[in-house]
């Protein structure tokens, strides 16, 4: 299996609004049982507003789209989602679009891929991610990658617990 990561462009459109209405992908996204949708997200928009401070980003297995990740610098990025936010942390979202695909590893090495490309920026000093409480399955993934827990927080509606994982856990994670 080689997995690799490349910006999302225009032409990912489709196959980003087909994993928005994945049943596992919503649920990661909201404990509404009746929502239809993950992020309903506008997708063209979303890609055309790229920058160094938001950027989605496409996993190929062997040249297929298999999952996408959001990484964002969350003190700079103009929603401030992530509210007050000190510098030089990114934040990562990641989702894989069929279930077909999930289990197997992929989101693992797209993880792996991904700290990489954060981090070698040195000014980088560690990650957050803010899975839903309810998502005990990705509290699992994230913690072996070596991912901590901050504490629960609220997104709006959204009922999270905060995991990050500093330079200094990362390199000792990885060596
Ligand atoms: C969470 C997510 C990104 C993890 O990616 P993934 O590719 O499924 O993760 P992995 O395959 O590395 O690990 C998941 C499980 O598969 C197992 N696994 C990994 N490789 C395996 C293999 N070759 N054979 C059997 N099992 C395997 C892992 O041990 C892990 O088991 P666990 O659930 O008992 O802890 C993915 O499942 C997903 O997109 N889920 C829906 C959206 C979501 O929840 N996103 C996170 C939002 S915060």
């Not at 309903?40 to 190929?60: C, K, L, M």
């Not at 103009?78 to 990114?90: A, D, F, K, S, V």
């Not at 197997?104 to 899975?131: H, Q, S, T």
């Amino acid at each position: 299996m080689t997995i690799t990561l490349r910006p999302a462009t225009l032409d990912d459109v489709a196959i980003l609004e087909l994993w928005d209405r994945d049943p596992g992908v919503i649920a990661c996204s909201s404990d509404d049982p009746d929502a239809e949708q993950a992020f309903g997200a506008d997708w063209a928009e979303e890609i055309a507003t790229f920058s160094d401070v938001w950027a989605y980003w496409i996993a190929e297995e062997d040249g297929r789209p298999v999952g996408a990740m959001q990484i964002i610098d969350p003190h700079l990025e103009p929603t401030h989602y992530w509210g007050e936010c000190p510098p030089n942390l990114r934040a990562i979202d990641i989702w894989i679009g069929d279930a077909i695909d999930r289990n197997r590893g992929i989101g693992a090495e797209m993880m792996r891929l991904a700290l990489e490309k954060c981090f070698a920026n040195p000014d980088v000093i560690g990650i957050v991610i803010d899975p839903l409480n309810s998502n005990t399955a990705a509290h699992r993934f994230y913690q072996r990658l070596g991912f901590t827990v901050v504490g629960r927080r609220m997104f709006g509606d959204d009922d999270c617990l905060v995991h990050q994982l500093t330079r200094e856990d990362w390199e000792a994670h990885d060596s």
